[in-house]
């Protein structure tokens, strides 16, 4: 079993910013990619920002170019998303994801990242 876990969400200003921490654990070996995604209220589950398990690939969303950088570090098993100059629309709940070669796709619970303007 795979367990995902965020953590660092919370209420900020617009320009304000935020740092996601995502640690798994459990059967992770085989990990390909790790990313983030959000889903605002009435809205679909949208990519936020993907990095390859060895770091070589990396894509954000064209909404947070500029703004938001991810990271991992393997020998934690954690991935970052570094949120900066955060704008209202910005607001949503945010998922870990991995995808584990030969096991599927792994979300973690979500964290809310809540953005006044």
């Known amino acids: 079993q795979v367990q995902l876990v965020e953590s660092g969400g919370g209420l900020v200003q617009t320009g304000g910013s935020l740092r996601l921490s995502c640690a798994a654990s459990?059967?992770?070996?085989?990990?390909?990619?790790l990313g983030w995604y959000r889903q605002a209220p009435g809205k679909e589950r949208e990519l936020v920002a993907i990095?390859?398990?060895?770091?070589?690939?990396?894509n954000y969303a064209d909404s947070v170019k500029g703004r938001f950088t991810i990271s991992r570090d393997n020998a934690k098993n954690t991935v970052d998303l570094q949120m900066n100059s955060l704008k209202p629309e910005d607001t949503g709940l945010y998922y870990c994801?991995?995808?584990?070669?030969?096991?599927?796709?792994?979300w973690g619970q979500g964290t809310q990242v809540t953005v006044s303007s």
């Open positions: 459990g059967s992770i070996s085989g990990t390909l990619r």
């Open positions: 994801w991995r995808r584990i070669i030969g096991a599927g796709e792994y």
């Open positions: 990095i390859s398990s060895g770091g070589g690939f990396i």
